[in-house]
C-alpha cells in the first residue's frame, strides 16, 4: 500500500512560486498516478493536477493551465507541483493523492490514497 506525504506548503506573495512535494512510501509507487487536488475555505475540495502512472500524460486544471507543473521521480518515490504566478485565489490545503494504475483523472472518486495535506497561502 502507497503512503503518500506532502511538503513545501507555506507563505507567499501574489506571484510568487512554491513547489509541493509528494513523497510516496510503500511497494509499488511507480504503478501509481498521482494527482494534486485543493480545499479552500468553504469550498469543496477540486481537481488541481494530475499524472498518469507511466509519467506521459499530464492534464491540468484550466485555473493553473500554463502555471503549474507537476511531474514525477520514481527512482526517488516523490511527485512534485512547480506553481508559479500564484493568486490569492489558489489559497487552500493541498492534497496529493494515488489512483493505481491511472491515466491521470481528474475525479477524486478514482484516487484511493490520500496525503494528510499542505497549506498555501497566497496574500495580495
Known amino acids: 500500500q502507497v503512503q503518500l506525504v506532502e511538503s513545501g506548503g507555506g507563505f507567499v506573495q501574489a506571484g510568487g512560486s512554491l513547489r509541493l512535494s509528494c513523497a510516496a512510501s510503500g511497494l509499488g509507487h511507480s504503478t501509481y498516478a498521482m494527482g494534486w487536488f485543493r480545499q479552500a475555505p468553504g469550498k469543496e475540495r477540486e481537481f488541481v493536477a494530475a499524472i498518469s502512472w507511466t509519467g506521459a500524460t499530464t492534464n491540468y486544471a484550466d485555473s493553473v493551465k500554463g502555471r503549474f507543473t507537476f511531474s514525477r521521480n520514481d527512482a526517488r518515490n516523490m511527485g512534485y507541483l512547480q506553481m508559479i504566478s500564484l493568486k490569492p485565489e489558489d489559497t487552500a490545503v493541498y492534497y496529493c493523492?494515488?489512483?493505481?494504475?491511472?491515466?491521470?483523472?481528474?475525479?477524486?472518486?478514482?484516487?484511493?490514497?490520500w496525503g494528510q495535506g499542505t497549506q498555501v497561502t497566497v496574500s495580495s
Open positions: 493523492a494515488a489512483d493505481h494504475y491511472g491515466l491521470g483523472s481528474n475525479v477524486q472518486q478514482n484516487y484511493d490514497v
